[in-house]
């Protein structure tokens, strides 16, 4: 039992790991045009560090995903936030001020671990009630950032932005250092969220598929009945970026993809009259399905919240109460369920 279990969190830890280090990998290859270090640093942080974090708090993939989302959404705001106030920095100054935080978080994290894990393990019920508290250090954080773009710190020689970026950091690593027990308290609150998501996404599989044979349908009918319009045509019915095209299979997809999710880029559009009536009509399809969509998304959550157990305001799960009779049987009154 105790191997089966080993094998399991070994498992679930190997498959947040990955995960982290997708996403990360995306993300660096986004970030390559900062240079060669901090896209190796966003990889760094996203295999060593959040794997040690994984281990301290084995909570499976829902926790890796609020976390590696949150690494993801950091290195993005440290990108924009670089290339707007310090466009001088020298390449070899940001992974340090990218990591200033990150280790301030995950030391503060290791030297108070035990108290940490205690925070990790406690109960699923009461969790969430705290997510407004948990999120407050965002608020410094924000402030720290928003000083950053008020001040035009732009404007200094490179070694004063580095400086100034290198202190930004240090700030928002000593907010995140003193407020690391509620950084994983709502680290662990995202986590709950996902969860929920997760179980909710799961009872809406039959309607999704059922949205999404529909769509396909309606894309591939409409499609062939350009592509077939325009070629029995003896004008072209459909204009390009240089002028009148015939409609290939391809671009017939991609014009009824455009047209039944109201994108409409333009690129490639109709000249004829019955061609544009045909477009209107795939326009009111493609809504009429995400009428449909939205009812049976309603039908389900309603189907659900009759199946579920009741939950009463204590927190307690269980069964709905009872009826305050039995048929056959007269009402209780009085005390004690005495008759008077």
């Known amino acids: 039992m105790a191997d089966r279990l080993s094998r399991r969190r070994l498992g679930a830890w190997g498959r947040s790991v990955a995960f982290t280090l997708a996403l990360s990998l995306l993300v660096a290859a986004g970030v390559g045009d900062e240079g060669r270090l901090l ?70 994290v290791w030297w108070r671990r035990v108290e940490m894990a205690k925070i990790a393990e406690r109960s699923h019920g009461a969790t969430l009630e705290e997510l407004p508290h948990a999120a407050r250090w965002l608020v410094f954080v924000a402030l720290i950032g928003l000083v950053c773009f008020i001040v035009p710190l732009n404007r200094l020689a490179p070694l004063g932005q580095a400086l100034a970026l290198l202190a930004a950091m240090a700030a928002i690593g000593g907010v995140v250092a003193i407020s690391a027990r509620d950084v994983v308290r709502l680290l662990i609150d995202v986590a709950l969220i996902i969860g929920e998501l997760s179980a909710r996404v799961r009872h809406l599989a039959v309607p999704m598929v059922a949205f999404l044979l529909i769509y396909a349908l309606l894309v591939i009918g409409f499609a062939s009945a350009y592509r077939v319009a325009d070629a029995l045509s003896v004008t072209a019915l459909f204009h390009g970026p240089d002028g009148v095209i015939r409609l290939s299979y391809s671009d017939a997809l991609y014009f009824s993809v455009t047209t039944l999710s109201t994108v409409g880029y333009g690129d490639i559009r109709p000249h004829d009259d019955g061609i544009r009536v045909l477009a209107s009509m795939q326009v009111v399809a493609g809504q009429l399905l995400l009428l449909f969509g939205f009812a049976e998304i309603m039908r389900s959550r309603r189907v659900r919240g009759a199946s579920e157990p009741h939950l009463d305001h204590s927190g307690r799960s269980g069964h709905p109460p009872p009826p305050s009779s039995l048929p056959g049987e007269r009402p209780a009154t009085g005390h004690g369920g005495a008759d008077q």
């Open 39 to 108: 896209p190796v640093t966003v990889m760094a942080v996203a295999g060593l560090g959040l794997g040690c974090l994984y281990l301290l708090f084995p909570r499976g993939l829902h926790f890796a995903f609020g976390t590696a989302t949150g690494l993801a959404l950091y290195a993005a705001l440290f990108v924009v936030l670089g290339r707007a106030q310090f466009p001088a920095v020298p390449e070899a100054v940001r992974p340090v001020a990218f990591l200033l935080p990150v280790l301030a978080f995950l030391g503060t």
